[in-house]
């Protein structure tokens, strides 16, 4: 169903995008000093350096290198990585999928567990598997997840060894998806932790707030059981002020993705843009950072186009 | 009581909340003594020594890879955690509100720069544009913080800027500006003190997050760069050593999940103090049904039900209140009347005399918290449906007893088809199949004269007009056959010719199908139209009851007298109309004796004396004034 909130939506994407791509141009362009010599290091030959300077443009005012790069961006060229030795397109190209994987499982895990907990924590309120809850929560929004992933290392996979915490295969060809799940199961869930806190409280005071409404009211003067007035009337409309949230969380698990990705020893744009950052491989990390934003971006649309299909008044407006 | 408590016994009073404040009390001094405390130097290597386990001799959190005093430098990383936390969150509300405050005052073309320029920032996952930032400007703690400062910045230009519309084109800023202040002191004076408690509320929620975000990156290697050691750093040294010395990473660790707990709890708790509306715990949630006091204890005192266990409904003695903090609201304080089948039954009376609660307490639709039902009982047909199963009381909702509410666009729900909310009540009672209940609803839909009802069934609450909507809140309430209908205010919410309409459609309806009415309005007028009965309320009691004709035309208590003295009468322009004086009595301070004395023109000293009983006045009407009982 393509209606006109979503075809309006999708046009909003187009300056978004350009928007995503000045800035990040900007941001690797006013590298103070020479780029160059960053690449190259301090001992480069002047005559190296001005070569470089072309490759990367440089001697173009910052218009036109913009529209270079932009030109270049659209037909898939992101620049080669001078410390790797190959385009940057083929390196994000390898590292995209599992970091899109990691993220999206820890996003469902996040949003299934935050939401189921977050309605538990309101319809029983004030009873202990609340209070249990919002001191979970507290911990969870308190606890940085990269500490969280050490721990789970030490705990689950040295400890007890009941996960591997190396050693995965490639999925297609490799151990299969079996493998590739259970190198995920240690990952996912400390990545999902901190964005599952947030949304267990969102969700609860969502759902407190929503149990007040009149239409709620309307529901249990029907005579409806209460398991109805909870989940078709209340919670329905608790997640239209979720799903926002949780496209925003896409934001949050992306980049935690960064931490998780380093700890893990995962193959994904993440550890790919830690190391890229400390080798000064600028095109590299523009190219990562790229390409992240564009998928926040899109989740975001997602998130949006889904909250519309549940809200008519959105579809109106 | 003098006004307010001050913030900070606010903030006490909460004990989890002191509980943060002491937690993040003792670690601030902590860091704040280090220089004097007798620590070791954080950054002296031991080799022979290093990688002790915690409270080895001399080392009681142990040492790290080379040696050097685990606590040492634990006490010096978190301050440095701190310092760099707590001076990324106020940049960035500084920069942040700047732009938010200027960019709401000025308006126009710079407004909209700044915000597609901050909706852009937004646009990245912030973490990584705090990557892209530090891969440009390198390495290093500084960087780390400025790129830190700059991720934030949108989000404190974002809510300062929605805080200072709010007030912008406040009543108060146009007298300040004809007054002849300059911007600066307008926005000095004016604007800054009212989004100040949301620029604290927003700096306490966010240094936790910057301080976990530049531990982040010092883990990372991108922040504090060696042997200098925030709490990040200390973790990211202790990764690879989790194996042969757990205790290297998981201290850090500790630290910074108790600093950030801490300010947590501390930023929940001023948000709480600062802004009330948001407060986290204020909102309880309302129960399935209206709490109730035991059998025993509301039954005490009622006389035997008699015939009126035979009829439809019965409210005998209904007493229900609301606890507020320390107030009581004693919102119905004993209302009696009975419904034979087919009768209209009004209930009139100013708003807050009591007559919505008392309808709402039929079917236990009143929310608990904080209502509760602590006297009398409610018969249909002779059961009490205070206290009987939640199953029972579910199949008599919407089954026997239907309810119309007063708001028809809040009360449907906004995301379910009409027809689909019209159908859902039908499944519910009559166990049919969905394709027939979806044909019963559009037929009902049709019967309350919704225009084009098999196609409109289709579209949802916000797209029909008031009348409409009210029309199709008919249509629920008719669809199971009830027996009594309960109508609460139906037309308030409508303009005057919908009224009329919708009354007569409603009327009309439950006649045809010979369902009772019970209709609460605090219209005279209508009442006098539409009903048999009817029963006068003030202050949560019944003061006149009997039948409409009677009533209105010789009423006998002097409130009732008022109140349709305030009625104005069509084509009889020269009467005066007679406000009454006063105001309705709050509920949680109901005078002794009878409620409407301080009201009343012929007050005497015996109305405040004692409890006045209803008296008869004729056969079948009755007033509770000391003048008809003597």
């Not at chain 1, 990952?187 to 599952?196: F, K, S, T």
């Not at chain 1, 149990?211 to 398991?227: F, H, I, N, S, W």
């Not at chain 2, 959190?61 to 430098?73: E, F």
């Not at chain 2, 003695?317 to 419904?339: D, E, I």
Request: glycine share 10%; proline share 6%; aromatic share 6%.
């Amino acid at each position: 169903m393509l209606n006109s909130y979503i075809l309006r939506r999708l046009l909003l994407i187009v300056p978004v995008l350009f928007g995503v791509t000045v800035i990040v141009f900007l941001v690797i362009s006013l590298v103070p000093g020479d780029p160059a010599k960053a690449i190259l290091g301090t001992f480069a030959t002047p005559d190296a350096v001005a070569q470089v300077r072309h490759d990367l443009g440089l001697d173009e005012s910052l218009p036109v290198q913009y529209g270079i790069w932009l030109v270049n961006l659209l037909q898939g060229d992101f620049g080669r990585s001078y410390i790797l030795h190959k385009p940057v397109i083929v390196e994000i190209g390898a590292r995209l999928f599992p970091t899109l994987l990691l993220a999206g499982v820890a996003l469902v895990l996040s949003s299934v567990v935050g939401i189921l907990l977050g309605i538990i924590a309101a319809v029983r309120q004030n009873s202990w598997p609340d209070k249990v809850i919002t001191v979970a929560v507290l911990v969870g929004i308190s606890t940085p997840s990269f500490w969280l992933g050490i721990l789970l290392i030490f705990w689950f996979g040295v400890r007890l060894a009941w996960l591997p915490v190396g050693g995965m295969q490639e999925m297609f060809g490799g151990g299969g998806v079996l493998d590739v799940a259970r190198h995920m199961v240690l990952p996912a869930c400390a990545l999902a932790a901190v964005a599952g806190a947030v949304l267990v409280r969102l969700t609860r005071g969502a759902m407190l707030e929503v149990m007040r409404q009149d239409y709620v009211r309307t529901a249990r003067a029907k005579g409806l059981p209460e398991r109805r007035v909870i989940f078709v009337h209340a919670f329905r409309n608790a997640l239209v002020g979720i799903i926002p949230v949780i496209g925003l969380e896409a934001g949050f698990v992306l980049g935690g993705a960064v931490y998780i990705e380093t700890v893990f020893q995962w193959p994904g744009i993440g550890r790919m843009l830690v190391s890229a950052i400390s080798t000064r491989d600028i095109l590299l990390v523009q190219g990562g950072v790229l390409v992240i934003a564009v998928a926040y971006v899109i989740i975001n649309l997602l998130a949006d186009i889904a909250q519309s299909l549940l809200d008519p008044r959105i579809r109106a407006a | 009581m003098s006004g307010r408590p001050s913030a900070w016994r606010l903030l006490t009073q909460n004990g989890v909340v002191a509980f943060g404040l002491a937690l993040l009390g003792v670690m601030v001094l902590i860091v704040l003594l280090a220089p004097v405390l007798p620590l070791l130097d954080p950054n002296v290597t031991d080799v022979a020594h290093r990688l002790k386990p915690p409270l080895y001799p001399g080392h009681w959190l142990g040492t790290d890879q080379v040696g050097r005093d685990i606590l040492s430098r634990l006490i010096w990383g978190t301050r440095l955690s701190l310092v760099v936390g707590l001076t990324a969150a106020l940049v960035a509300a500084a920069i942040g509100s700047a732009i938010g405050l200027s960019s709401a005052f000025y308006g126009g073309l710079a407004d909209t720069l700044l915000m597609r320029g901050i909706d852009m920032l937004m646009a990245f996952p912030y973490l990584l544009l705090a990557l892209a930032i530090v891969a440009a400007l390198g390495p290093g703690l500084f960087n780390a913080m400025m790129a830190i400062i700059v991720v934030n910045i949108p989000f404190f230009a974002r809510g300062v800027r929605g805080g200072t519309l709010s007030v912008v084109n406040a009543d108060f800023m146009a007298a300040a500006r004809l007054s002849g202040l300059s911007d600066w002191q307008i926005i000095a004076t004016e604007l800054f003190p009212n989004v100040l408690p949301g620029i604290v509320i927003g700096v306490s929620t966010t240094v936790g997050w910057m301080i976990l975000e530049t531990a982040g990156l010092s883990f990372l290697g991108l922040g504090a760069q060696p042997p200098q050691a925030d709490l990040g750093g200390m973790l990211g040294e202790g990764r690879n050593l989790i194996q042969v010395a757990p205790h290297v990473a998981t201290i850090p660790g500790i630290v910074i999940l108790l600093l950030a707990v801490g300010i947590n709890l501390v930023g929940d708790g001023l948000r709480d103090v600062l802004d009330p509306k948001l407060k986290s715990g204020g909102l309880a949630r309302t129960h399935a049904r209206t709490a109730a006091a035991s059998s025993e204890a509301r039954r005490a005192g009622l006389q035997p039900a008699g015939d009126a266990a035979r009829q439809p409904l019965a409210v005998r003695g209904l007493h229900t209140q609301f606890t507020v903090g320390r107030n009581v609201y004693k919102a119905v304080g004993g209302v009696s009347f009975t419904v034979k089948p087919g009768e209209a039954v009004g209930l009139v009376g100013e708003s807050g005399s009591g007559k919505t609660v008392t309808a709402l307490s039929i079917a236990g639709l009143v929310a608990t918290p904080p209502g509760k039902i602590t006297r009398g009982e409610i018969l249909h047909h002779g059961e009490d449906l205070v206290d009987v199963p939640m199953q029972r009381l579910q199949a008599v909702r919407g089954g026997t007893i239907a309810y119309v509410f007063q708001d028809p666009l809040t009360t449907l729900n906004p995301l379910i088809p009409v027809g689909e909310q019209v159908a859902e009540t039908i499944r519910r009672h009559q166990n049919l199949p969905r394709a027939e209940a979806w044909r019963k609803a559009v037929a009902l839909l049709e019967s309350v004269r919704l225009p084009d009802a098999a196609n409109r069934a289709r579209s949802y609450p916000h797209e029909f007009s008031g009348g409409q909507r009210q029309r199709i809140g008919i249509a629920m309430a008719l669809a199971n056959n009830p027996e009594v209908i309960v109508a609460d205010e139906p037309t308030t919410a409508l303009d005057v010719t919908t009224q009329a309409q919708v009354l007569a459609l409603l009327n009309d309806l439950r006649r045809e199908r010979n369902a009772a009415l019970v209709f609460i309005s605090h219209d005279v007028g209508v009442i006098a139209e539409l009903c048999d009965t009817v029963h006068v309320m003030y202050g949560g009691k019944v003061v006149e009851s009997g039948p409409v004709a009677a009533v209105l035309q010789t009423p006998a208590h002097p409130y009732t007298q008022r109140l349709l003295a305030c009625v104005p009468v069509l084509g009889n322009p020269e009467r005066k109309i007679e406000p009454i004086p006063g105001l309705p009595p709050a509920t949680n301070a109901l005078p002794e004796g009878c409620a409407f004395a301080p009201r009343c023109h012929l007050a005497e000293a015996r109305c405040s004396a004692a409890e006045i009983e209803l008296a008869p006045v004729s056969a079948d009407h009755f007033a509770r004034c000391v003048r008809v009982a003597a």
